[in-house]
């Protein structure tokens, strides 16, 4: 404690259950900004996973299709997730093998980009799954 206070430091425990307790002596101030600005620089590093979403409908066109295809390719390229949903209107509720068949084909056509996190699921009136970006090699 003379020590520290000798330097005009501040003596800081490291381990208080050891026997005897582990102290330092250092500037505390100083550390707690060092601290904070690694902390800010992590942060300003990280990027946010954002979720889009591309809707569909049962009797799309090819290139509507191709469009949807291009757009989730793009989202993917930015490094975000992409759900990808069917939505059924009145009797199309009967087929839902046919959104299933298309969701395939969706994710036939964006292989290359993307692979499956949530294999397709029915929510309600709508046939769902998420395709996030491939990891980087």
Do not use: W
């Not at 208080?16 to 060092?34: H, L, N, S, T, W």
């Not at 291009?70 to 759900?83: Q, S």
């Not at 093998?97 to 699921?121: D, H, I, Q, T, W």
């Amino acid at each position: 404690m003379r020590q520290a206070v000798e330097k005009n430091l501040d003596l800081v425990k490291i381990a208080p259950q050891a026997q005897p307790p582990v102290c330092r002596i250092m500037d505390y101030g100083k550390y707690r900004f060092e601290q904070a600005k690694k902390e800010k620089e992590a942060r300003k590093n990280q990027k946010t996973v954002e979720i889009k979403e591309i809707r569909m409908s049962l009797n799309i066109d090819t290139n509507d299709f191709n469009t949807k295809v291009n757009h989730t390719i793009r989202f993917l390229k930015g490094g975000d997730k992409v759900k990808v949903s069917v939505r059924f209107r009145g009797r199309e509720m009967t087929h839902t093998n046919l959104g299933s068949a298309l969701l395939e084909r969706f994710k036939e056509a964006c292989s290359e980009y993307g692979v499956v996190e949530k294999p397709p699921k029915m929510e309600g009136r709508n046939l769902s799954m998420v395709v996030s970006a491939r990891p980087v090699k």
